[in-house]
């Protein structure tokens, strides 16, 4: 964002369409929602974007155990989560899904997008090599093993190796790491940063960016048939497509075809230079590294390659229960709807900002909700309320004063 400009745009994590959103989901929509009023109260022209990520194993397994097709289960994940948006009087600009068609088509502008960067060599087919569960019918990382054994079968992993296409992370990290260097403000907090910078010191390899074991995402045929598009790459190109970048790339195209011909103005080529993403500290790599990469490398500006790369990444903590994150397995994952009931939306809102510092991890309880409703809306706002009431009443005979000088 810059002060010329007065154009804002902010998205929130496209949320994993695998299970319910929860109140860490409406926390993060929360933050984004009260950024945009903000800078909407001070005159910015805003674009608030949020939405769900819909591709991958995990959603096609979860479908799987609720008896729907994976369509038909985010369809209803996503179906919920809006009305639970409304509930919360979260008033975003544009809600993204991955397997929407219309009225952005998002698995036209992925494949368009991949396509770019691959025609500019920097995605290449390769192998990819891991320890696969057949149980799981996936690649397992270090944290689904214990023992060397799947926690989910109790079976070893098989080692395994497929085509795989490959995109030049290597390539285009020491660019990123420049820019994070040049521009603390891309990462922030500091600490958050920090880690980002020493990852990156520490060396990058190419990233895997197609599987052939799956079904359930976005084919990149036209490229290597049989592939489709690793789930991260598709999730965070869903911000861009929210933005319009379909219409950008149509620019891109006729100015590539004939460089007489002048790029229009569009809505992504006005709001995207001005996008900051919020996510939680886990996904802060991919948003800082893997997605500034990416931008880089499929060149969106004729001139600047960097003109494209979104301004900056805050990230937040979580929403601890009484001081454990949520998890499936603990099974402390909270509803918003019982805070919702309780407090109304406005109270939760304010709760989840004033109680949390943003960038920690911050908890939630009854004790401390009842605390600070009673405290500051009750008590302090509640009483400023009453006695500027009670003041008018008597000093100004019931009618709102008109505006004075005001005191420094
Ligand atoms: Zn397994």
Redesign the pocket.
């Known amino acids: 964002m810059t002060e010329e400009a007065k154009v804002f745009s902010i998205t929130t994590p496209l949320y994993y369409a695998n299970a319910p959103f929860h109140l860490g989901h409406a926390y993060s929509t929360y933050v984004c929602d009260t950024l945009t009023r903000f800078y909407r109260a001070l005159g910015y022209e805003t674009y608030f974007i949020t939405g769900s990520d819909e591709h991958g194993e995990k959603i096609k397994q979860s479908a799987e155990s609720h008896g729907f097709s994976p369509q038909e289960w985010t369809d209803k994940v996503v179906e919920d989560g809006k009305k639970l948006w409304d509930r919360c009087g979260i008033e975003y600009s544009y809600f993204v899904r991955t397997t929407q068609r219309k009225p952005q088509d998002h698995y036209l502008d992925v494949q368009r997008f991949f396509k770019r960067i691959f025609d500019r060599g920097d995605i290449y087919l390769g192998a990819y090599e891991g320890l696969y569960?057949?149980?799981?019918e996936k690649y397992?990382t270090e944290k689904?093993l214990v023992d060397g054994k799947?926690?989910?079968?109790d079976?070893e992993?098989v080692a395994m190796s497929e085509p795989c296409l490959f995109f030049k992370l290597s390539k285009w990290a020491p660019v990123v790491l420049e820019m994070l260097e040049a521009e603390p403000e891309r990462v922030q907090p500091e600490s958050r940063r920090n880690e980002i910078l020493s990852k990156l010191k520490a060396g990058v390899v190419d990233l895997a960016v197609s599987r052939t074991k799956l079904d359930w995402g976005i084919p990149l045929d036209d490229i290597e048939p049989g592939h489709v598009c690793y789930v991260w790459f598709d999730a965070l190109l869903g911000y861009a497509t929210a933005a319009g970048l379909g219409n950008h790339l149509d620019e891109l195209d006729k100015f590539e075809a004939d460089p007489s011909y002048e790029i229009k103005p569009t809505r992504f080529a006005k709001f995207w230079p001005h996008c900051v993403h919020v996510t939680a500290k886990d996904i802060l790599w991919f948003h800082t590294v893997i997605w500034p990469a990416m931008l880089l490398a499929a060149e969106l500006d004729p001139v600047d390659r960097k003109k494209y790369v979104t301004t900056g990444t805050y990230s937040h903590g979580y929403l601890l229960e009484r001081g454990r994150k949520m998890s499936k397995s603990i099974g402390n994952i909270l509803d918003p709807y019982p805070y919702l009931d309780l407090l109304g939306s406005d109270p939760l809102r304010f709760y989840l900002l004033r109680e949390v510092a943003f960038g920690e991890d911050g908890s939630i309880n009854h004790e401390a909700i009842a605390e600070r409703t009673n405290a500051d809306l009750a008590n302090d706002l509640g009483n400023l309320l009453n006695r500027t009431l009670a003041m008018i009443e008597k000093d100004a005979g019931g009618m709102i004063p008109a505006e004075g000088p005001k005191n420094s």
């Not at 799947?150 to 079968?153: D, T």
């Open positions: 569960c057949v149980g799981c397992l689904d799947c926690l989910e079968h079976t992993p």
